[in-house]
């Protein structure tokens, strides 16, 4: 117990002073899961710690995985937090307990904070801080473990378990990292199926009982089969929506830092960000504008699930986007991009030579390639 204290305790000093890490966060979280474990949970909460406990756990909770955070907000200063370790501790385990407001605030603040590189394909991220490559896993069962079984299917698809052996007293999270240039599917312990596009991220709980809902959190891009169970509606919760169905198919599109992002229905119904009804053919388009829904053809969405490009009044910005996670390069502009659109679809399986070449072909745009970097210059039109 005294080595975990002491663990937790120079993890707190990172964490006060900016330097802590993901993992430094994965770990606090899991060591504070296991002094819950280890205590007879017989300690009372000082009432003077009330509101330091709310404000810390809070501010924690909200700043744990926050991808585009590099540091964690100073809480306190490094002598009054090793003064106030215990208390610290205690408040972990009693805000620990299932249905703590800690125990859902960790997991809906959760953010994957770094992506998988180009060589690993696809990362499994377990939920206490350590990692699988998915690539050098053989076809069979890759995690036998109290919280649940994973198998990696002769497809390379990733396939979870409904354990028996489950504490339903604990949230167990796992984290999929796609890296650019790759698509990964896997199925849930409900028997919804997932599809993810290059470059993307879904954090998600290794199993579904004892809950009240299904939710789920994605980076990038995905499409969705939802198991049907209209006791357990299932949610997709990004940065800018959150989408919640009883049993459906439909593509979510939301990358950090893109200019919008889409949810496009293929069948059935669904809210988003709880006030927009999507009915089959929908799409809503969230942007710094604003939102639009309108009509569209739903399969378009998910040609890249199919292996194709699918552009359609695309710009030069938005294309050159998709582009680069797949083919894992770097885009430069010089000078201004005219607001051109473009339609075309490409095959997935096509060189990027083969595809620059098809883009200048339209006389607008001239690339060049420098190593990872391509830049792009519109021509002037006579």
Known sequence: MENREAETLEILKRIENGTASDDDLIRYNHLCSILQENNSMDHEIPASFSLEKDQYFSELAGRTF???????????????????????????????????????????????????????????????????????????????????????????????????????????????LNAKGHQYQLTLADGTKVWMNASSSLRYPVSFKGQDERKVYLEGEAYFEVAKNADLPFIVVTDREEIKVLGTHFNVNSYPGAAKSTTTLLEGLVMVN???????????????????????????????????????????????????????????????????KIDVTISRKKSLGDILNLLEATGNLKLTRNGKVITVKMIDKL
């Not at 002598?79 to 407001?101: E, H, K, N, R």
């Not at 698809?157 to 167990?172: A, C, H, P, Q, R």
């Open 66 to 176: 926050a991808k585009k955070e590099t540091k964690v907000r100073k809480i306190r200063s490094v002598s009054t937090v090793a003064a106030c370790f215990l208390t610290i501790c205690l408040g972990a385990i009693w805000y620990l307990q299932d249905g703590s407001p800690l125990h859902k605030n960790i997991a809906t603040s959760f953010k994957p904070a770094r992506t998988a590189s180009p060589q690993d394909g696809a990362i499994l991220l377990m939920d206490d801080g350590s990692q699988i490559n998915l690539n050098d896993q053989q076809e069979g069962l890759i995690v036998n473990t109290n919280e649940t079984d994973v198998s990696k299917n002769s497809d390379s698809s990733l396939v979870y378990g409904n354990s028996e052996k489950l504490n339903l007293n604990i949230v167990y999270y796992h984290t999929l």
């Open 274 to 340: 709880g006030s927009t009804k999507l009915l089959p053919g929908d799409q809503l388009v969230i942007s710094g504008k604003g939102q639009l829904k309108r009509r569209v053809n739903a399969e378009d969405a998910i040609a890249w699930k199919k292996g194709y490009f699918q552009f359609d009044g695309a710009g030069i910005n938005e294309i050159m986007e998709e582009l680069a996670r797949w083919y894992n390069f770097e885009v430069q502009f010089n000078g201004p991009i005219r607001d051109e």
